[in-house]
């Protein structure tokens, strides 16, 4: 179902299978970001064409036309998801300047999007809830879990070396380190569909912890 998260493609040119040649009466990047929504709130396999409909306003004949499919909306939504949101996350831990401030940066980040908004923090994240509805299931589905979570661990990675070669931590450790970061963040997803602000509260005190780590 999220085989394609991690492509990329030319939406001004293909989408869905289907040339955009002619001018739309929508924007198509507002359709999948308001079935994105759908699919967040509800999940992959609760949310029907007629979620769809109403949710973007447009009737299923031109949804299938644009997309091809559910499956196919899905993917993009899922896309935009992680490029849009995700990835906007980690920016900053993916720089060669990175160290534990960026990481401590990330948690708090976090923590301020939780206590922002408790109704958008409820619904968790996009791309593990998909992987826990459909893991076991369907192997795409397994396989794009496992793209998503390398991609916080080379974060966080590459924020940990780099603070090893200022002398800031131990080198030794960083791997390991990013391995526990990722696990506790995909926690955190799940944790905030339970409550919010104990989410909040959590990743304030993880990004203590890692400002903890370094050395004297």
Same mark, same amino acid.
């Given at each position: 179902?999220?085989?394609?998260?991690?492509?990329?493609?030319?939406?001004?040119?293909?989408?869905?299978?289907?040339?955009l040649?002619?001018?739309?009466?929508?924007?198509?990047?507002?359709?999948?970001?308001?079935?994105?929504?759908?699919?967040?709130?509800?999940?992959?396999?609760?949310?029907?064409?007629?979620?769809?409909?109403?949710?973007?306003?447009?009737?299923?004949s031109?949804?299938?036309?644009?997309?091809?499919?559910?499956? *196919? %909306?899905?993917?993009q &939504?899922? @896309?935009?998801? =992680? !490029?849009?949101?995700?990835?906007?996350?980690?920016?900053?831990m993916?720089?060669?300047?990175?160290?534990?401030?960026?990481?401590?940066?990330?948690?708090?980040?976090?923590?301020?999007?939780?206590?922002?908004?408790?109704?958008?923090?409820?619904?968790?994240?996009?791309?593990?809830?998909?992987v826990?509805?459909?893991?076991?299931?369907?192997?795409?589905?397994?396989?794009?879990?496992?793209d998503?979570?390398?991609?916080?661990?080379?974060?966080?990675?590459? *924020? %940990?070396?780099?603070? &090893?070669? @200022?002398?800031? =931590? !131990?080198r030794?450790?960083?791997?390991?380190?990013?391995?526990?970061?990722?696990?506790?963040?995909?926690?955190?997803?799940?944790?905030?569909?339970?409550?919010?602000?104990?989410?909040?509260?959590?990743a304030?005190?993880?990004?203590?912890?890692?400002?903890?780590?370094?050395?004297?």
């Amino acid at each position: 179902i999220i085989r394609t998260i991690y492509t990329k493609r030319c939406r001004s040119q293909v989408l869905g299978g289907v040339a955009l040649g002619r001018p739309r009466e929508y924007e198509v990047d507002d359709v999948i970001v308001r079935a994105r929504d759908v699919f967040w709130e509800r999940g992959y396999g609760a949310t029907s064409i007629a979620d769809l409909e109403a949710a973007t306003g447009i009737d299923r004949s031109s949804l299938y036309h644009a997309f091809g499919s559910k499956q *196919a %909306l899905f993917e993009q &939504a899922a @896309r935009q998801y =992680v !490029d849009g949101t995700i990835d906007a996350r980690l920016h900053e831990m993916r720089q060669p300047t990175a160290g534990l401030e960026a990481i401590a940066n990330f948690f708090g980040g976090m923590a301020r999007t939780f206590r922002a908004d408790p109704a958008i923090a409820a619904r968790g994240c996009l791309v593990v809830n998909t992987v826990a509805e459909l893991s076991g299931r369907d192997d795409r589905a397994t396989s794009a879990g496992a793209d998503y979570r390398d991609r916080f661990r080379e974060a966080f990675g590459n *924020a %940990l070396r780099r603070a &090893a070669e @200022r002398g800031e =931590v !131990d080198r030794e450790r960083a791997d390991a380190r990013a391995r526990i970061l990722t696990s506790t963040t995909l926690g955190l997803f799940t944790t905030a569909r339970i409550d919010p602000a104990d989410a909040a509260r959590v990743a304030d005190e993880v990004g203590v912890e890692v400002s903890s780590w370094r050395s004297a």
